[in-house]
Each structure stands twice: as structure tokens, then as C-alpha cells.
């Protein structure tokens, strides 16, 4: 074979760009890198010989790899020894090739990529595990194989090890989110099982999982509270919520759309998607159609256009039917006779609904004129008489214990008057629940 190995020469190219590439970090968006990673996945894979010692079945570089560090003749890296280790205990992988995927990327920001190689070549057992023509067979490519590695090891990769999903599949990695949401008994979402995979298909609007805003209709629902979820996981997902209904919910999601792809979609999931009959046209334009809708719609990415009309102290009674009283009240002016302390405002306000509380903003010039949580708001509703009138009612917890205020707001829109009162409802009923 010639020493100036096509495979090689574009190893040492793909490696030269990242040296040069001072100004940018060698992460998993980094647009070289899945090619790189091709390319020595090749290498490996490329004139494996069969050995009854170290394969049991077809030829898999894992295999050797993870195999050689017994042998206490040759002293590997720790950083090596921890790769493999890792690997192993890893549960998600099942087949040899997505651990050997996992293997090449812990190597690669551990810097012990060479261990391996440097194993072979010292030992001279390269024929043992390669036929004589390919690289890792030949004795001078294996050197020079072995130097391109070791620069490896000067350069920084810094990839997240523990986004293994539908890598046994392509080295483009999806788009994964972990959040928590507030302690509930339910996520508001259906999911649909196309084989391993709980896919998004519907969403209550009003539900937990929409108001956090990080799933969407197509995405794949990986875990809740750190159990892995798939085929086996159907009829049993209340009861990963139930187990800890006192604690935030913690979700791992796999996003449908791709970001640093300019939002298009993640193509292994084109599958499962069609599978399960959703739309995949739909789902890759749902970005553009929400950027277009923060141009136009009242509801605005700073929340809920609205009119704060004021509050009152209305005294130790904070049910919702002290609510529409206040409005009923307010419209026959009788807080303007001194009877109660009226606040008047009449301001065009945000009106914010987020997960552990709800926020007022000033819409000219953007200042939080208050933030009150779930846990101090007692009631929310509206009056059947002044339609587009509403409000909530606070506890005054520190200023007078046992004493409630009514905040009273206007709004245009019939349809955002009920999904802020549901939200509202939705947010301190969760609440509830914490501790």
C-alpha cells in the first residue's frame, strides 16, 4: 500500500482545519466534525480480521478495543480505561457499533485516541487483529495513523457525552433539552410508540408541558424523572408522575427540528414521525409561522396585551366570588366614594402567565410593575356581566396577614380572557403541591 494513504491524507486535513480553527470551540454543531469522525470510524472498521478470541460473532473494532486494556503486559492511559468503562455501563447503546461510536467520542475529548492505536503498533499484534492490506494492518500507515492521533490529542473537543441518542443510527447527533417542571400529576401531552420511540402528537395548551414551552408536537419524550421511556414504558407513564408528586418533574426531550440546521428536521426521526401520521411539512414550517405570528398577534412574546384597571383591599375573604363583586363595584363607581383603599391605574400592561408565578409588565417601557407566585394567589375569574373584565385575588402575607387584594385587568379579546384564567388556574393548582 502506499504511505500516502487517500484515508489518511484526509484524516490529516480534516485534523488540520480544527487546529486552524482557532476561533471557533470543537463541539458537536462544529460542521467538520461528523465527517471526521466517518473518517476514522473507516479506518477502523476497514480489513478487520475475524479472531476467535476477541469476536464472538461478526468483526467489530469495539470489541478488540475494549478487550486489550486486560492485558497487564502494556500500561494504558487511566484516561482510556475510564472511556471504556463508561461505555460499558452505558444502557441506552445496544448494539457494538453505537458503543464504539460512544468509545471514539470519549476518546476524542479525553485525548487518549492514540492508546489503542499506540497499543498495536508497540506491541506489533497489528496483524492480529487487521489483514496486511489496510491501514491499520501495515506497519508504516499504522505509524503514521498513530501520529495523527497524537495531534488529536492537542487539540479540545468539547462534546456532550451524554447525547447518545440515534447514534447507533448517524454521528449528527439530535437536539436534546432537560428541564423541570412544576410538580403535577399530569404533563398535558399524548404520546404515540413507534417502536422504541414516544413520540409528541398532541398537547393541551393549557397543560404544564406547554406553558414551559420546550416541547413541541413531533419531538420525542426520552425520560421523566431520569427513567428512560420506550416500548415497554406504555400504560406507564402516570405512574412515573405519581411516584413523586411532591417533587419537580424532570423531562428529557428530543427535539423534531434541528437549530443550528436552520430549524430543519432531524431526518432519523422522519420515520417515527410518519409512523405515527403527523405531518412532517407542518412540523418543519412551525418556525416560521410563530416568528410571523410575534409580528402580528396581540399576544406578543411579552405576554398578553391587557389594560391593568387596579386593585382594592377587599379584606379576609378571598374566593372568586369576591372577584366579580369587586368589578361589579368598580363599574357602579363605588370605591370612588371612600369605602374601600382603590388603586386606580387604567395602564396598558403585559400580563405575564409563567410556571411558579405571574408577572405585570409595563408595555411602554417594559419595567415589572409586579410578580406575584401561584401560592400567594388565591382565586382567579371574571364577571358574566362586564365580559371582558377579570382578575385574581392575593394574600397579603407580609404586610397583612389574612387580609386579600383584588387585581382587576381589561382585555380586548374574549379568547385571551379565558386562556389567562385557565393558565392562572392551571398555575396554582400545581402549585399546591410544592413544598
Same mark, same amino acid.
Given at each position: 500500500m502506499s504511505v500516502n494513504d487517500p484515508a489518511i491524507r484526509d484524516l490529516k486535513a480534516c485534523t488540520q482545519r480544527f487546529l486552524e480553527d482557532k476561533s471557533a470551540k470543537i463541539d458537536d454543531e462544529h460542521r467538520y466534525l461528523p465527517s471526521f469522525c466517518q473518517k476514522i470510524e473507516t479506518i %477502523?472498521? $476497514?480489513?478487520?480480521? /475475524?479472531?476467535?478470541k476477541y469476536f464472538s460473532r461478526d468483526e467489530e473494532p469495539y470489541e478488540w478495543m475494549s478487550e486489550v486494556v486486560k492485558d497487564r503486559s502494556w500500561k494504558f492511559p487511566f484516561q482510556y480505561k475510564h472511556a471504556i468503562y463508561e461505555v460499558?455501563?452505558?444502557?441506552?447503546?445496544?448494539? #457494538?457499533?453505537? @458503543?464504539?461510536?460512544?468509545?471514539?467520542r470519549y476518546c476524542l475529548v479525553n485525548r487518549c485516541l492514540h492508546a489503542p492505536v499506540e497499543y498495536l503498533v508497540k506491541t506489533g499484534k497489528l496483524s492480529q487483529f487487521y489483514r496486511e492490506n489496510c491501514i491499520l494492518g501495515d506497519e508504516i500507515l499504522g505509524e503514521i495513523l498513530l501520529s495523527v492521533f497524537l495531534q488529536c490529542g492537542t487539540i479540545k473537543f468539547d462534546l456532550d457525552l451524554n447525547n447518545v441518542y440515534f447514534l447507533e443510527a448517524t454521528w449528527l447527533l439530535p437536539d436534546v433539552v432537560s428541564f423541570e417542571l412544576v410538580p403535577s400529576t399530569s404533563l398535558g401531552l399524548s404520546v404515540t410508540f413507534s417502536e422504541d420511540k414516544a413520540?409528541?402528537?398532541? &398537547?393541551?395548551?393549557?397543560?404544564?408541558?406547554?406553558? /414551559?414551552?420546550?416541547?413541541?408536537?413531533?419531538?420525542?419524550?426520552?425520560?421523566?424523572?431520569?427513567?428512560?421511556?420506550?416500548?415497554? +414504558? #406504555?400504560?406507564?407513564?402516570?405512574c412515573l408522575l405519581k411516584k413523586q408528586q411532591s417533587l419537580p418533574i424532570r423531562l428529557t426531550v428530543i427535539k423534531a427540528l434541528k437549530e443550528s440546521n436552520n430549524n430543519t428536521l432531524y431526518i432519523p426521526l422522519r420515520k417515527y414521525l410518519l409512523d405515527v401520521n403527523l405531518d412532517i411539512l407542518q412540523i418543519?414550517?412551525?418556525? @416560521?409561522?410563530?416568528?410571523c405570528e410575534d409580528i402580528s398577534r396581540d399576544v406578543s412574546r411579552d405576554g398578553y396585551k391587557c389594560v391593568f384597571v !387596579?386593585?382594592? @383591599?377587599?379584606? &379576609?375573604?378571598?374566593? +372568586?366570588?369576591?372577584?366579580?363583586? $369587586?368589578i361589579r363595584d &368598580? &363599574?357602579?363607581?363605588?370605591?370612588q366614594t371612600g369605602e374601600k383603599s382603590w388603586s386606580r391605574f387604567n395602564?396598558?400592561? %403585559?400580563?405575564?402567565?409563567?410556571?411558579?408565578?405571574?408577572?405585570?409588565?409595563?408595555?411602554? =417601557? !417594559?419595567k415589572v410593575i409586579f410578580d406575584h407566585p401561584y401560592m400567594d394567589i388565591?382565586?382567579?375569574? +371574571?364577571?358574566?356581566?362586564?365580559?371582558?373584565?377579570?382578575?385574581?385575588?392575593?394574600?397579603?402575607?407580609?404586610?397583612?396577614? !389574612?387580609?386579600? =387584594?383584588?387585581?382587576?385587568?381589561? =382585555?380586548?379579546?374574549?379568547?385571551d380572557l379565558t386562556m389567562m384564567l385557565s393558565s392562572i388556574g392551571q398555575g396554582f393548582k400545581r402549585t399546591t403541591f410544592a413544598v
Open positions: %477502523f472498521y $476497514t480489513g478487520l480480521r /475475524n479472531s476467535n460499558r455501563r452505558n444502557e441506552l447503546l445496544k448494539s #457494538r457499533l453505537g @458503543k464504539f461510536r460512544l468509545l471514539l413520540v409528541v402528537v398532541k &398537547m393541551d395548551p393549557y397543560g404544564p408541558a406547554a406553558e /414551559n414551552g420546550q416541547v413541541e408536537i413531533g419531538d420525542v419524550l426520552e425520560s421523566i424523572n431520569d427513567v428512560h421511556i420506550d416500548s415497554s +414504558s #406504555r400504560g406507564k407513564l402516570r418543519q414550517n412551525r418556525r @416560521k409561522e410563530v416568528n !387596579g386593585s382594592v @383591599k377587599i379584606g &379576609m375573604e378571598g374566593d +372568586s366570588r369576591q372577584i366579580e363583586k $369587586t &368598580m &363599574m357602579k363607581f363605588r370605591y395602564k396598558h400592561v %403585559f400580563f405575564q402567565i409563567g410556571e411558579m408565578s405571574l408577572r405585570v409588565l409595563d408595555s411602554d =417601557t !417594559g388565591s382565586s382567579c375569574g +371574571s364577571s358574566p356581566i362586564y365580559y371582558n373584565y377579570f382578575g385574581y385575588v392575593k394574600g397579603n402575607n407580609i404586610e397583612d396577614p !389574612g387580609q386579600f =387584594t383584588c387585581y382587576i385587568f381589561y =382585555t380586548k379579546k374574549n379568547d
